[in-house]
């Protein structure tokens, strides 16, 4: 039984809210059904895809990053990424993937967790 698709990724936080914030603001995540869970938490959707689980309850302590270095999503709007991303000051790296020239943001969420998105290569480079 092969894998087909990627289904979602898990993100460990201290503090629910302001992780659901930032996904909704720099990513436009919505936040959206949630079984009844026993722990807090919230879950995250691409249009009627549920991409990104948030898992809390945990201690600051408890975010530590393993083995998966970074999650990728593909996004638009190189120029108003960079912009927002410079308007809150969060630190982050464009570069373009030799050979196809696509975009490739790189940024970390507030729980350390290392984001990527990639971009077009066509799209244009301003405001970053």
């Known amino acids: 039984m092969p894998a087909t698709t990627m289904?979602?990724?898990t993100i460990l936080t201290d503090d629910v809210r302001t992780t659901v914030e930032f996904y909704r603001d720099l990513l436009g995540l919505t936040e959206g059904v949630r079984p009844p869970l026993t722990f807090p938490g919230a879950?995250?959707?691409a249009g009627?895809?549920?991409i990104l689980h948030v898992v809390g309850?945990?201690?600051r302590d408890e975010l530590?990053?393993?083995v998966i270095d970074h999650?990728?999503?593909s996004a638009?709007?190189?120029s108003e990424t960079l912009a927002l991303l410079a308007s809150r000051n969060?630190?982050?790296?464009?570069?373009r993937l030799p050979g196809a020239g696509t975009w490739q943001v790189f940024f970390h969420d507030p729980n350390g967790a290392r984001v990527e998105l990639d971009f077009a290569a066509d799209e244009p480079q301003r405001g970053g």
């Open 7 to 9: 289904n979602h990724f």
């Open 43 to 45: 879950w995250l959707y």
């Open 48 to 50: 009627d895809q549920a």
């Open 57 to 59: 309850g945990r201690e």
């Open 64 to 66: 530590k990053p393993g």
């Open 71 to 73: 999650m990728a999503f």
């Open 76 to 78: 638009t709007d190189l």
């Open 90 to 95: 969060i630190e982050h790296t464009c570069r």
